[in-house]
């Protein structure tokens, strides 16, 4: 009995272990491993499949899919791409080492306000937010996170009856720094140089939530960098948070979701389980009975520079007007690519990724939200994945403003 008791406090031990400290990530690579057929298609979803790896990237039916290993992963990686004939090379040498540099380029300059020539934290965000002060936009809060972070909405509007409106969120996955950086630039510019803009405004108001997990996103500040999912707890499990982008209610538990709590894919307890994604639901539904018509819904992601189109659940289904979709998706990375030719890709979600249930692109399609997409920002090869360098937020969003 004695033995049994301390080898369950040895094992809650180790367990906290996890959760102490940083992670470093020393000695970790990332492999990009090029898919030519579907046989090997099946190897890559295999691995994704079976949670061992950390996947940078979801899977990509044709193409390149990024998989991140530990030390003693390496050797056993490199076996299986050997053993299927597949083409890989090394993404990022050391992501330990990746890490040490960002943190390097992200201090801060003195006096502690949001620049965008940094990684914004969550508080500066929210000093940031709270302090803007403009006759077109409005600050509000949409909910809580787990922790009790407050999600922010800020909406832009000319003013008078309400006119179509497009949603953006971001960084509903935490890792995903960019996305965040981006969403909050986009809304200083619209702030601080509205008059390009007036055309838009005239037309539309504009509705950005720019941090979504804000409890994810700070511990991959502190914690660790490759933190993806929310902070939220599990009775009977250790481990903590589910995917956001599993936990809407459409084909919950369906391709590319896990039941493992312990998973990076894992959907949570249940649809909208989690109060980040609950508050972007509640938020939709509240705006639409107070007259407000959402007609484009953007989700910003990283990586891989890819434009992202419904249906996104599994391949090969499409929506009545795809062909609208498709062209529009066509219009905004043509769009992007004038500005510094940065080259985008556009399709159908699953046709280019995987299948995805659960996610917040095909929950709002389903809702009723003609046009949404999931943006997937920088980079595609040029070896920093999450971890992009800060002096690209601002081309970066130069794109996504265009
Ligand atoms: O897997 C995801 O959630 C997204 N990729 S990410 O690398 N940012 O995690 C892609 C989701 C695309 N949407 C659907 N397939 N529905
Ligand atoms: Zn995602
Ligand atoms: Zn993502």
């Given at each position: 009995m004695k033995f049994l008791l301390l080898l369950s406090v040895a094992f809650l031990a180790f367990v906290h272990a996890k959760e102490m400290g940083t992670r470093t990530y020393k000695g970790y690579q990332v492999f990009t491993v090029k898919v030519t057929n579907p046989a090997q298609f099946e190897v890559v979803k295999s691995l994704y499949d079976s949670d061992e790896y950390d996947f940078w990237t979801t899977p990509?039916?044709?193409?390149?899919?990024?998989?991140?290993?530990?030390?003693?992963?390496?050797?056993?990686?490199?076996?299986?791409?050997?053993?299927?004939g597949m083409q890989f090379v090394v993404k990022v040498k050391d992501v330990g080492n990746l890490i040490l540099e960002e943190q390097?380029?992200?201090?801060?300059?003195?006096?502690?306000?949001?620049?965008?020539?940094?990684?914004?934290?969550?508080?500066?965000?929210?000093?940031?937010?709270?302090?803007?002060?403009?006759?077109?936009?409005?600050?509000?809060?949409?909910?809580?996170?787990?922790?009790?972070?407050?999600?922010?909405?800020?909406?832009?509007?000319?003013?008078?009856?309400?006119?179509?409106?497009?949603?953006?969120?971001?960084?509903?996955?935490?890792?995903?720094?960019?996305?965040?950086?981006?969403?909050?630039?986009?809304?200083?510019?619209?702030?601080?140089?509205?008059?390009?803009?007036?055309?838009?405004?005239?037309?539309?108001?504009?509705?950005?939530?720019?941090?979504?997990?804000?409890d994810g996103f700070e511990w991959s500040r502190a914690r660790d960098r490759m933190w993806r999912k929310t902070r939220s707890i599990r009775s009977g499990s250790s481990c903590i948070g589910c995917d956001p982008n599993r936990n809407f209610a459409f084909m919950f538990g369906g391709?590319?979701?896990?039941?493992?709590?312990?998973?990076?894919?894992?959907?949570?307890?249940?649809?909208?389980?989690?109060?980040?994604?609950?508050?972007?639901?509640?938020?939709?539904?509240?705006?639409?009975?107070?007259?407000?018509?959402?007609?484009?819904?953007?989700?910003?992601?990283?990586?891989?520079?890819?434009?992202?189109?419904?249906?996104?659940?599994?391949?090969?289904?499409?929506?009545?007007?795809?062909?609208?979709?498709?062209?529009?998706?066509?219009?905004?990375?043509?769009?992007?690519?004038?500005?510094?030719?940065?080259?985008?890709?556009?399709?159908?979600?699953?046709?280019?990724?995987y299948g995805v249930g659960g996610a917040s692109d095909d929950w709002a399609k389903d809702h009723g939200i003609k046009y949404t997409a999931t943006i997937e920002m920088r980079d595609t090869e040029e070896g920093y994945g999450f971890i992009l360098p800060a002096d690209q937020i601002i081309p970066n969003a130069e794109g996504m403003a265009s």
């Open positions: 990509r039916k044709l193409g390149a899919t990024d998989i991140m290993a530990a030390p003693e992963q390496i050797k056993q990686l490199g076996k299986i791409f050997a053993e299927n390097a380029s992200n201090k801060r300059s003195s006096d502690g306000r949001i620049s965008w020539t940094a990684y914004p934290s969550f508080a500066e965000i929210r000093d940031w937010l709270t302090s803007i002060d403009s006759p077109i936009a409005e600050v509000s809060t949409i909910g809580y996170t787990h922790e009790n972070r407050p999600i922010f909405v800020v909406k832009f509007s000319t003013g008078g009856a309400p006119k179509k409106s497009i949603l953006i969120d971001a960084n509903i996955h935490a890792r995903e720094w960019i996305a965040g950086a981006t969403a909050t630039w986009i809304i200083n510019e619209l702030v601080t140089n509205p008059d390009p803009y007036a055309d838009i405004l005239a037309q539309v108001d504009i509705y950005i939530i720019p941090m979504v997990n804000a391709e590319g979701t896990s039941p493992d709590p312990c998973s990076n894919t894992y959907t949570g307890a249940g649809p909208f389980s989690e109060p980040e994604t609950a508050a972007i639901r509640d938020f939709v539904v509240a705006r639409e009975s107070e007259g407000v018509k959402f007609y484009a819904y953007m989700t910003f992601h990283s990586y891989s520079q890819l434009w992202l189109l419904p249906w996104g659940y599994t391949q090969g289904v499409y929506p009545p007007d795809y062909a609208e979709q498709l062209s529009l998706g066509q219009a905004s990375i043509a769009a992007l690519e004038a500005v510094h030719g940065t080259a985008y890709q556009t399709g159908q979600g699953a046709d280019i990724l």
